[in-house]
């Protein structure tokens, strides 16, 4: 196993990572930004170096900083997180030129897989369904025209380099076609400097499903179930839970047979996931492959009762992995609601600033992976995630059960946070039943503002209602001391009232 491992990424992730660090023994070396000097990354690991400022062009996404400090600590393993340098083959090239062990696939594996044109070459060859449409990059609109009338309207253009919607347009008719091509191409262009497009066929209500996999150095490949992620709002996930509610052990096992297909083909090594689009009869259809640890992979890690990042590390170091396909078991359901210090009254604008408090929920079934805490700053620099509310239960109803009642407990103020939207969704029908699809939150959003205005306004619903006290409640109760709201004059002298401000100005920070 390593001595030490460089962590090159922030916040949670990079907390998550120290954490697996330290119950490997492995010593854990955090960089950080001027403005994540006394971030919770930092102050979790072993050692810590600054990389210059703020902006992550002039520090996270540095590979000769992040490679100097790793030489210059003496790490033998750089983990990348995700997100910043996690798909970027030069930081997986520039570790094997360091003689540094990159803890991930191959860069080679990385570009194979990681071009969406690419891999659904590889998909096609392996027999893995790929939705109808183009295998290449098309030349230019009139060709794409062409080529939609075979297919057959709606139709969606993709950027080959995409990612996160961007470059992305879905075409209902010919009329629409020219100035969709125009719109995703330069916005494919300025966001990646790569404006080629390709084309699938739109699938209306799909469930964006899928598979993480695992592969060792020594040809062994597993998959590890399933997550659903259809609940998502412009391209970013919400909410993610394991097991997807529509699956079947018949489907599980045809896609997650169809991902170690995809992911052998490309020779792939480490953690990945292998996206699938499915429909209302259960085809599913290969959209692309992660070539990183996600986000969510948690919900994962609570049905297996398996620490990926560990895996990762023992993969990376060369050892076999320590299970096959059928000694995996899934048990009991996971979700997690990706907590944003984000305004949802204002259109979920950032709420960047001091968390003045917090107080995280725990018990029964509970995992926060945070990366904050309270009197520190959330810097307005990157994603305002805060950090991930997990719950597990023995079923999906007690998982969402107790998520409904961790939400109640969270509580942080000083910055608005999204936590008043998983209310809101979780108390929602279609959500209980399981019956979402990829645009379901724009639509259940949009549904919530029509009400609204027809209600006239500001009206709050029961829940917001019945959150805004208990919020209130759970506040005044918990303030004390130097802290306490001003009790009415008239029991005060106004020396007294004089000498409590001065505590106040003088109380030290945490
Ligand atoms: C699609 C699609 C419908 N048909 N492809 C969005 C992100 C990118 N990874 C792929 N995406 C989609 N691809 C075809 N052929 C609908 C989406 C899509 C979507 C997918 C997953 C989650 C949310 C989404 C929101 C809008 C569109």
Not at 166 to 173: E, F, H, P, T
Not at 188 to 194: K, P, R, S, V, Y
Not at 250 to 272: D, P, S
């Amino acid at each position: 196993m390593f001595k030490k491992v460089l962590i090159a990424n922030r916040g949670e992730i990079a907390v998550r990572i120290a954490r697996a660090c330290r119950e490997m023994g492995v010593r854990a070396v955090a960089v950080y930004s001027d403005v994540d000097r006394a971030s919770l990354h930092v102050r979790l690991a072993d050692e810590a170096y600054p990389i210059g400022p703020a902006p992550s062009r002039e520090s996270y996404l540095v590979i000769e900083k992040i490679l100097g400090v790793a030489r210059y600590a003496g790490c033998d393993a750089v983990h990348p997180g995700y997100g910043f340098l996690a798909e970027n083959p030069a930081l997986a090239r520039a570790c094997v030129g360091a003689g540094i062990t990159f803890i991930g696939p191959s860069a080679a594996a990385m570009e194979q897989l990681g071009s969406k044109t690419a891999a659904r070459h590889i998909a096609r060859d392996v027999g893995a369904p790929t939705v109808p449409g183009t295998l290449d990059p098309i030349d230019n609109a009139d060709e794409a025209a062409k080529i939609a009338r075979e297919i057959g309207f709606p139709v969606i253009l993709k950027a080959v380099a995409g990612g996160g919607g961007k470059g992305m347009r879905s075409v209902a008719s010919e009329g629409e076609l020219a100035s969709a091509w125009r719109d995703a191409a330069s916005e494919a262009q300025n966001a990646f400097g790569d404006a080629r497009l390709y084309m699938e066929k739109y699938l209306e209500r799909p469930r964006h499903i899928e598979i993480q996999v695992l592969a060792d150095h020594h040809g062994h490949f597993v998959y590890l179930g399933e997550r659903e992620c259809s609940v998502q709002r412009r391209h970013q996930k919400v909410i993610e839970e394991a097991p997807s509610p529509i699956m079947t052990p018949e489907l599980r096992k045809a896609m997650g047979e169809a991902a170690v297909k995809l992911a052998r083909a490309g020779n792939y090594t480490n953690a990945g996931t292998v996206e699938f689009l499915v429909d209302a009869q259960r085809n599913f259809y290969f959209l692309e492959m992660n070539t990183r640890l996600q986000v969510e992979h948690p919900v994962t890690e609570m049905v297996t009762s398996l620490d990926l990042v560990k895996l990762q590390m023992r993969i990376a170091a060369g050892e076999p992995l320590p299970f096959g396909q059928e000694e995996i078991a899934l048990r009991g359901h996971a979700v997690e609601c990706r907590i944003y210090a984000e305004d949802p009254d204002n259109n979920f604008f950032p709420s960047p600033g001091k968390i003045v408090d917090c107080r995280v929920p725990s018990g029964p079934g509970i995992r926060l992976d945070e990366g904050i805490y309270a009197g520190w700053t959330v810097p307005n620099e990157y994603d305002p995630m805060l950090g991930k509310l997990i719950a597990w239960g023995g079923d999906r109803q007690e998982a969402l059960a107790r998520m409904g009642r961790a939400l109640e407990e969270y509580y942080a103020s000083g910055i608005k946070t999204n936590v008043s939207l998983f209310r809101r969704i979780l108390s929602s029908s279609d959500f209980q039943r399981g019956a979402i699809y990829t645009r379901w939150l724009d639509d259940f959003l949009s549904a919530e503002t029509a009400a609204k205005s027809r209600d006239g306004g500001e009206e709050q619903t029961q829940a917001e209602q019945a959150a805004a006290i208990a919020a209130f409640l759970w506040h005044t109760s918990h303030r004390s001391g130097a802290n306490a709201p001003e009790t009415p004059a008239i029991t005060k002298s106004r020396w007294k009232t004089q000498s409590w401000r001065e505590q106040v100005k003088r109380e030290p920070q945490p």
